[in-house]
């Protein structure tokens, strides 16, 4: 079975909403979200799956779905300042205008930043 890229994890589907994925370096690496979860803007983080045997899911999963895990806002702020510094170098993986938006709507919306 075929890892399972990040734009495709939607689950829990009751909490959690994707807005965009800010990073992504791909199978078998981390990958790093802008989303909702009851409603809160949050990021949030998870490793992609391998197409190795059983490892497709990557991590984390529940109940045979892969899954987000939501970052704690201190967390959450410095992973942001660090998707910054790999963007200003040029890093392929940073995917620069969803950051931009992330930034934004934290600010905006959360009050994360100011």
Do not use: C
């Not at 690496?29 to 949050?42: D, F, K, M």
Request: hydrophobic share 40%.
């Amino acid at each position: 079975m075929s890892w399972i890229k990040p734009e495709n994890v939607i689950s829990p589907q009751i909490y959690w909403k994707l807005e965009a994925v800010l990073y992504d370096a791909g199978e078998g690496n981390p990958a790093i979200a802008l989303g909702t979860w009851e409603e809160e803007s949050v990021i949030a983080i998870r490793w992609n799956g391998t197409n190795e045997e059983g490892k497709s899911l990557g991590n984390p999963q529940s109940s045979g779905h892969p899954t987000w895990f939501v970052l704690p806002k201190a967390i959450a702020i410095a992973t942001l300042r660090t998707l910054a510094e790999k963007l200003a170098s040029e890093n392929k993986n940073v995917r620069s205008e969803y950051l931009t938006k992330a930034i934004a709507k934290l600010e905006v919306d959360a009050g994360w930043l100011g």
